[in-house]
Every structure is written in structure tokens, then in C-alpha cells.
């Protein structure tokens, strides 16, 4: 197939931050095979198959799929990749101040089909509501052997926190910041090239959700993390069958983060990298992005 990323209603700041989501589903497609492109203007006819990625801060991407539908009838194929969980309050805002949810609901029915990176059942909900017959499928994240890569020979940060510093997150970091542990931590548009040098070069990364309020790990992060051979401390939360990927982590209450990311650092480096290796062995023979890709292929009305 050729897939088309359409990627119109992200600002250019915002399409950078895609990366770690985009970067696995169109690598999973290339090594099965598929053609990928991402394009920010047009939607395109068969042979292409369109992909957008949730996010509708207003009613311009709807009104493009409608002019597209129009000029392009069955032969336009628009697919949503759904990228949040519609209870998060944190990303989505507040019940009765949500327009990005939405829009989101009003376009949903326009879709010939829904892939949840967010193991959230409400989408099916939704879609019975809006009178759609199809449903959406979870789209697990896995390995792919083209992104995989070697952590850098000298690590010499310590700890890196894999997102924004948040209220939620700030306790386990200034423990460890207390204990003279080097700490760094990615935020907003940073360029991929600097993150990726950042994660290869850390002993530890750090994985905490923003806030109590989010339920789903975050599987893009999680799965950057373990193409480069990092050992991954995970706070353990989600019960979703999203937590799964926590397997290749090392699932760590809440309470006990810091704690964890001191026994660890104190290890031999030869044991650490150990376990790190172990690890990102286990993900790559057990998961395969193309494998999850490939299972979906079904569900496109082609």
C-alpha cells in the first residue's frame, strides 16, 4: 500500500513533537513492504491510503476531508490514527471547555476507519453514537529492526526524564537531584537529533505520566527509549493491555522512582548494560511494529 501522512492540522512546532509516533508506524510499514510519504497540504486519492493524527483545534481539517470527499468521492480513503485518551483533562481540557474533543466527535464518522495508539474504548463508543459501522482497532507499538541503535560509548548522564517536568513529576526528580545524581530532561520542540544523542547517552530513562490523571503509559517514549538500548525505569500504572510494553521496562512503583534509579546507578556499569541489553532483546523477539501494522491492513477499506 502507499500511506499518506497527512499532517495539515499540526503546526509545524507540533509535527516535530510527532516524531516518536510517527517514526515506528512508518518504519513498521516500510519493512513490510508499504510506501510512505507525509504530505501538510493535500489529501490524495487511491492509490493512496490517507493517515491524519488526532488533533482539532477547529473545524478546518473537517472541512478539507468534506472538499477532498467531494472532488475525490470513493476513492479518497481517510484513515484517524487517535493519539489521545478522551478522558485526559490534562491534554484535552476540562468537561465543558473541550472544543478539541469536540471536533474531534463531529468528524469522526467521516473516517473509513480508526487505529488507537490509546488502548480507550470510549472511540467505539463514540462511533456507535455517531451512527458509524466501523470500529476502532488498538494499535500496539513493537520493535523494528531499522530503528534499532547502540547507546553511546560514554553515558554520561545519569537520569534523563523522557518529558515536560510536571507537578506530578517534580518529587522523584528532586530526590534524586538531592543525591548529586546528574538529571536531564527533553521539553517541547527539541530537535529530534539532539533527543535521540540525549537517550543514548543516558544510564537511566526515566518514564513517569504527566499527572494521576492520565491512565496509558506512554508507548511512543517507551519504545524510542528501547530502540537505543536503554534501560528504562517505568512508573507502574496502566492496567490496559497498553501495559504490556511495561514488560520490557522496569516496572517501578510511584513511591519507590528514586529509590529504584539509585540502586540501579549504583551498580557496575557491566551489570547495568546488562540488563538494558536483556531487555531490549526480550522487545525485539517478542514485538514487531511491522507484524502489528500488518494485522490492521484489514480494517482499510482499500
Known sequence: MKFNFFLKNHEMGGVAMLEDALRPM????????????????????????????????GPGLLNDMMAAKEKFGDDLIIGLVATEDLSDSLSL??????????NLLRSLPFFDFVWLLMADQQYDVELTKAGATNKAHFLA????????????????????????????RAPPIHQLLKQ??????????????????????????????????????????????LHYGSLVVAEDFDTSIMGKLADYTLRTPYERLAERCLEILALPDTERLGMAQQLRDKFAAETSMRRNIDALLPTIPY
Do not use: W
Not at 36 to 56: A, S
Not at 151 to 166: C, N, R, S, V
Open 93 to 102: 481540557g476540562k468537561v465543558g471547555d473541550r472544543p478539541r474533543v469536540t
Open 26 to 57: 512508518a518504519a513498521g510499514m516500510i519493512e513490510g513492504g508499504h510506501q510512505v510519504q507525509f504530505e501538510y497540504t493535500h489529501l490524495l486519492p487511491r492509490p493512496y491510503v490517507n493517515l491524519v493524527l488526532e488533533h482539532f483545534p
Open 180 to 225: 548529586g545524581v546528574r538529571v536531564q530532561a527533553t521539553f517541547g520542540d527539541m530537535p529530534e537529533y539532539i533527543r535521540h544523542n540525549m537517550i543514548s547517552r543516558s544510564k537511566i530513562v526515566l518514564d513517569m505520566r504527566r499527572g494521576p490523571v492520565v491512565r496509558f503509559l506512554s508507548a511512543s517514549r517507551i519504545t524510542a527509549a
Open 141 to 168: 507499538f513493537g520493535h523494528c529492526p531499522s530503528l534499532q541503535a547502540q547507546p553511546a560509548e560514554d553515558q554520561t548522564i545519569d537520569i534523563l526524564l523522557y518529558g515536560k517536568f510536571t507537578p506530578h
